[in-house]
């Protein structure tokens, strides 16, 4: 089974007009849904991967750019791949299409680091703190 979802910051709209901002700090998230209905196709039907199905189940559709855009961001922010989890999974999982995105993960699943990231602001000791008592 594959599925793929997107979570956005709705903290300019979603929260009393943005009245109250997301702590990422609190991190991972659980979501819980209520009679939730999914539509989908075993992996590997020819048939559910032609986009012309798709859009017949009235799925709606992402343009050129829109889908290089969140290749980007899936590209940036993206940590883990349990496609690409060989530790866990030594062969591949039928769902998954193995290709030349492997390159930026280690066997573990993790992504390659390209650059450190780092969220937030950095602090710095104080003067005269405990530290400099010593």
Request: proline residues 8%.
């Amino acid at each position: 089974m594959s599925l793929y979802a997107t979570i956005w910051d709705g903290s300019s709209w979603a929260t009393s007009g943005g009245r109250y901002k997301v702590d990422y700090k609190y991190a991972p998230y659980v979501a819980e849904f209520t009679d939730l209905a999914l539509r989908g196709c075993a992996a590997g039907r020819p048939a559910c991967e032609e986009p012309e199905s798709a859009a017949a189940a009235g799925a709606p559709a992402m343009s050129p750019a829109q889908r290089l855009a969140m290749e980007a961001f899936r590209a940036r922010y993206r940590t883990y791949g349990y496609c690409y989890d060989r530790l866990r999974y030594p062969a591949p999982l039928p769902e998954c299409s193995v290709g030349a995105e492997a390159a930026a993960f280690l066997p573990s699943g993790d992504a390659r680091a390209s650059s450190p990231r780092r969220h937030g602001k950095r602090h710095r000791p104080r003067a005269g703190g405990a530290d400099s008592a010593l």
